[in-house]
Every structure is written in C-alpha cells, then in structure tokens.
C-alpha cells in the first residue's frame, strides 16, 4: 500500500497482537496525516465510512451450536467487540447492530414465531439509516462433516464495494491464519436476508465451523480470536484506504 499503510508486518503482528495494534493505529494516523496534507481527508470528513459490526443472533436465538456446547451468538459478540475495539483505537467510525447478548424487536413485535424476522428487518434498518455505512456481519458456520473447516465470506451483489471487502478479508485471513483454506468468496443468496437486501457495501464473515472440534475450541480462546480480528482489522484498514484512493 500504498499510502503510508501496511499490514505486511503480520507474521509478527499477529503472534504480537496487542503490540501490533498500538503500531498499526501510529501507522495508520501516520498515513492519515499524510493524506489529509495532500488534501485527501481529515479526521472529520463526512465521506468517512461507518463500520456498522453485526453480531449474529443473541437473546433466545443462540445460533449454531458448537462440538463443547458453545452458543455462536456468544463468539460473535465476542469478535465484533475485539475487532471494534481495534478500528476505534485506530480512529475508524463504528457502529454496532447489538452490543448485547439480545435479539433486536419492540415490545410490539414480540411475537411469537416473529421475532427473528423483525430481528433482520431491525438489522436492516439500523443498516440502512447509518450513512455510508458499511455492514461486516458476523457468524459462525456449523456442518454435518466435522472435518469442514475455515473461514468463508460473502458478500452482497448489489454493490462492488461489497466484493472487494470480501475478498480483501479472504486475502487477509488466508495469509495470516489460514494459508490452507481455498474457499473462495461467495455472493450471498436469498439465505443471506441482509446480503440479499444490502444496496451498501456489506460482506458476511462465517468465521469457522462450530461442528469441527479443533475450530470450536479455536474459535473460543481468546488469543485466537483476536488473531482473526486482527486479520479482519487490516483487511478494512486496507479496504478503507483503497475506496479513499479511487474516491480521488
Ligand atoms: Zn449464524
């Protein structure tokens, strides 16, 4: 990259997570203070994306079920607030879909058999009133094939944007944590309820599989879990810098 900032450190980073943050967020200020002397950006410019974190499920819905009896509602939460924490520390605008363990409906909409459905609208909506928002929803896979293994993303078809962050997180997981996985980035279908309706840039991170036993413990410990947001962190970082590049 390209303009002042760069993951290419990860080998080390990654193993060195927090030390790397605190280097990444003086690289990338470092980098914003260049492109704001060439009149790019500043700190405060509108145009700045949102990163709106989607942390699937939550409340009465725990999501898949893993091999130890983990809630994948819970790992999601739990990924969405490391990587948060870390695009906050860096200065990148964030919002959040839930930051509790909750489903999203009103009192009204408590219904019976409903609630799910007025959950992704509510998502949606969030979505779709949070301005150049872009939408990084947050799950975990599960199988009947317990060798399944790695991470997958999707993304929305609606925007190109949507493809160049998934395969920018893709890119970024695989070289970090992942250099064996060849799944290939999908676009999201009609299963996907937020891909589907997403007219912004929105990408889902299925971030392992639950079903696998070695993933799930995995996909439970913290250390592992800041490593994939680490690798998440850059691919944004990178996919923010990229849009700001082109938007010139
Ligand atoms: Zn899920």
Redesign the pocket.
Known sequence: MKKGWSCGIRGTAVLLALTCLFMAVSLYRNGDMQRSAAGVATENDASEPVILLDA??GGEDG??VGVNGVA??TI?LALVGQLGTMLTAAGVKVAYTRTEDRLLYTEEQNIYGMRKIYDLRNRLEIARQTENVVLISI???KFSDARQKGVQVYYSVSDPRSRALARQIRSSITSDLQSGNRRVTKPGNSSIYLLERADFPAVLV?CGFLSNPEECAALCDTEYQRKLCFAMFCAIMEYISTEKGSAT
């Open positions: 699937g499920h999501g898949a994948e509602k999601n799950h975990m896979n299925e």
